[in-house]
Structures are given as C-alpha cells and as structure tokens.
C-alpha cells in the first residue's frame, strides 16, 4: 500500500534510508491499531455499566409500588456507578501515565512511604478478608522517580494481591538494594498466597483490559488496567515488572527500579559538574 508506494519513490536515496522509512510507517501502522484497539475496547467497557444503570434506572421505575425490590435495584445501581467511577479513573491514569513524562518531576521517593501508603489503600478490604499483612526490608531505601506514578503501580500491585487471595492468607511486601554495575536497583515484590496465574495468562495479564476471568474481576471492582500501569510506570522509570506464579499456590510481582543514589542526586544539585 502507502509504505511502498513511499519506498519505490525515495530508492534512488539508498536502501538503508528507505528501510527506515518503510519501518517508520509500519510503527505508525501498528501504533494507529493500538490507538484504535483501545479506543473500540474502552466503549466496549463503558457501556456494559451505563447499560447496566439504564436497566436498572427503568426497573426501579417499573416496582415504584414495591420498596424492597426498589431498594435491592438502588443498591445495584450504586455497584454499577462505583465500578463506572472507577474505570473512569483509572483511564485517565492510564492515560496520564502514558502521555507524562515521570522523569520530568523525578525526585528520590522514600520505599518505606509507598509501602505504607499501598497498605493504608487495601487496609478496609484486608481486614474483612483477615489477610494480613507484612512489609519488611524498606527502611532507608530509596529510589528515582514521579511520586504518584510510583504510587499508584506499588498500590495496584497490592491491591491485585488482596483482591486475589481467600480470607485468611498473608500479603508480604518485601524491598532490597540490588547491586549493579550501571547502578544500583531497588527491587520491591509483592507475594501473595491466591490463586495464581496460568503460564498461558502471565503472557497477557499486563495487557490493557485483559483479565484471566472477567466475572471474578468485576465482582472485585477490577478494570483490567491495573498492570498496564503498572507496566508502564516500571518502563518509563527506566526499571520491569515481572510475575512468577504457581496456579492455586499464588504469585509474586516484582517491580524492580533504579536507586535514587548518591550521584544521582549529586547530579540534580549540580547539574553543571561532570
Ligand atoms: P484487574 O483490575 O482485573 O485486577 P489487572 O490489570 O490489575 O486488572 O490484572 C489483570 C488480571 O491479572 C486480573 O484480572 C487477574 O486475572 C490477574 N491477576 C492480577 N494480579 C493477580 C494476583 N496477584 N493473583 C492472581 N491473579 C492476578
């Protein structure tokens, strides 16, 4: 199509160049499918809720002479408007975490302060679960990066982790200094004693909207777009996230990002030296 027709006029320039821009287009290409993937899957989401409120909205109507059952559609309504809320926000972190530079207002984040804040996050939903849990190893340690960005992947990570235990597991977050030779890493995992995750489905569990078993996932209020942010958080701080799981024993996601070290931070101060 278009990238050959552009290809066959700029030959006479060298094939390396051509090579280039047939790439180029073909990024694009696949780029522009994505967008457009999205966009289809984000109306797909959005109307299962609204649908769902516009049902309801008619059946309350219909049993004005009967409050119990008026009260039962209201309660429903409430979880569809809750579930519609937060997909809504997590679209739009999603999309801010796509569109943001992190590094730009990039500042050495305290491990031991995410930890507390993703625990504080899930503390009512542990409770009633009576999972407990456990941080360790977080004191001191720091690393390099945007605050909420951090933040919402460290939270979502934990959340999953509660979300996709029984009552009665435990919940560790556990953090240490990796040494390495183009500088240090911070690794953070998360381990939980749920359900785990086919080999099949680690392949996709970071994908936009993909969920190993949809009914379950909305029944925990999840969106599916938890570990593309989380994924994407990681790529863009210059670090990976990564799963190891064994099915009906549980898994461990591991964020892994760069120290916010010595030079790095002598770096910021003087950013003329060296
Ligand atoms: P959701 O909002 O559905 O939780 P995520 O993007 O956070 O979306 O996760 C995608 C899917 O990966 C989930 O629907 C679930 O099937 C699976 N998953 C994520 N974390 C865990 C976990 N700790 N244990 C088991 N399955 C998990």
């Keep these: 199509g278009e990238a050959l027709a552009v290809s066959a006029r700029v030959a006479p320039l060298g094939s390396r160049l051509v090579l280039l821009l047939v790439e180029d287009l073909t990024e ?16 797909h989401e959005l109307k299962t ?13 219909d ?42 207002d990039a500042e050495p984040v305290r491990i031991d302060e995410l930890v507390a804040e993703a625990i504080d996050r899930c503390r009512h939903q542990a409770g009633s679960k009576q999972i407990t849990m456990a941080a360790a190893g977080a004191a001191e340690l720091k690393v390099w990066g945007n605050r909420g960005q951090l933040a919402a992947a460290l939270g979502n990570l934990v959340e999953n982790a509660v979300n996709y235990s029984p009552a009665r597991t435990r919940v560790g977050i556990s953090a240490r200094r990796v040494a390495q030779p183009s500088g ?27 969920r190993v078993d949809p009914a379950r996932s909305r029944q925990t209020g999840g969106t599916g777009l938890g570990l593309a942010i989380v ?23 591991t964020l892994r990002l760069p120290e916010a070290g010595a030079a790095r931070d002598r770096a910021l101060q003087h950013p003329d030296l060296d």
């Design 231 to 253: 994924k994407h958080v990681a790529a863009s701080h210059g670090g990976e996230v990564t799963v190891w799981s064994s099915e009906g024993q549980g898994s461990t996601f």
């Design 28 to 43: 694009a290409r696949r780029i522009e499918a994505v967008r457009r993937d999205f966009v289809a899957n984000v109306s």
């Design 184 to 210: 240090d890493l911070i690794e953070v995992a998360v381990t939980d004693q749920g359900i785990g995750i086919s080999d099949k489905d680690k392949e996709r569990i970071f994908e936009r909207f993909y």
């Design 49 to 61: 809720p609204v649908g769902a409120l516009s049902l309801l909205s008619e059946a309350v109507m």
């Design 63 to 104: 049993a004005s002479e009967d409050p119990e059952a008026v009260e039962r559609f209201a309660g429903r309504m409430q979880i569809e408007a809750t579930r519609l809320t937060s997909l809504v926000q997590e679209i739009i972190d999603l999309s801010r975490v796509q569109n943001d530079d992190p590094l730009e």
